[in-house]
């Protein structure tokens, strides 16, 4: 029994390395944050840089559960971060329609009011490599800057982490860290 675990670890290392250099690359803090373009679900153009000089808290959903409780914890985001130099951003980057991204924001349990956008092309699924990762949380500083990440684990990425995060960036553009 013992020589057959043996042989399954070695046999499985190499697959479970391959997995984490793939998923590394997904990490990308402390890069500059690709740009993107889109169309909000109600209608405006909306471009990430836009929002510079601002941190922004982008969210990377499919239509999931995991994605609807990680975007209603962005919703939390949004209201504890109100009127600070804060925006936040969530995206279906899966290319869900407008009719089936709306149906899913009807579901959630909280009304989300931050700008929710469509990306029927898949653009930021392959910019931020979400697809296998979802749902995706960065913040990016003022500077455009992706300075933290998390993938799918709501636990590691609830509201308040997510918004100690954001009071870290904020402290340290007002010189007081």
Not at 20 to 44: D, M, Q, R, Y
């Amino acid at each position: 029994m013992k020589r057959t675990l043996c042989i399954l670890g070695v046999l499985l290392a190499p697959v479970l390395a391959a997995q984490l250099v793939v998923a590394a690359g997904f990490f990308k803090v402390g890069e500059k944050a690709p740009s993107f373009a889109l169309t909000a679900i109600t209608g405006e153009a909306v471009g990430l840089d836009s929002y510079k000089g601002k941190i922004v808290v982008l969210g990377l959903f499919h239509i999931c559960d995991p994605c609807m409780i990680q975007g209603s914890t962005l919703q939390k985001v949004s209201e504890m971060t109100k009127g600070k130099q804060v925006a936040v951003l969530g995206i279906n980057s899966s290319g869900n329609g407008k009719k089936e991204v709306g149906e899913f924001l009807a579901a959630f349990p909280v009304k989300v009011t931050y700008p929710y956008l469509l990306d029927p092309g898949k653009v930021t699924d392959k910019l931020y490599g979400g697809g296998k990762f979802i749902p995706n949380v960065y913040v990016i500083d003022q500077q455009g800057v992706i300075r933290w990440q998390r993938v799918g684990n709501m636990d590691l990425a609830g509201a308040e982490v997510i918004v100690a995060e954001v009071e870290k960036l904020l402290a340290r553009a007002s010189g007081s860290m």
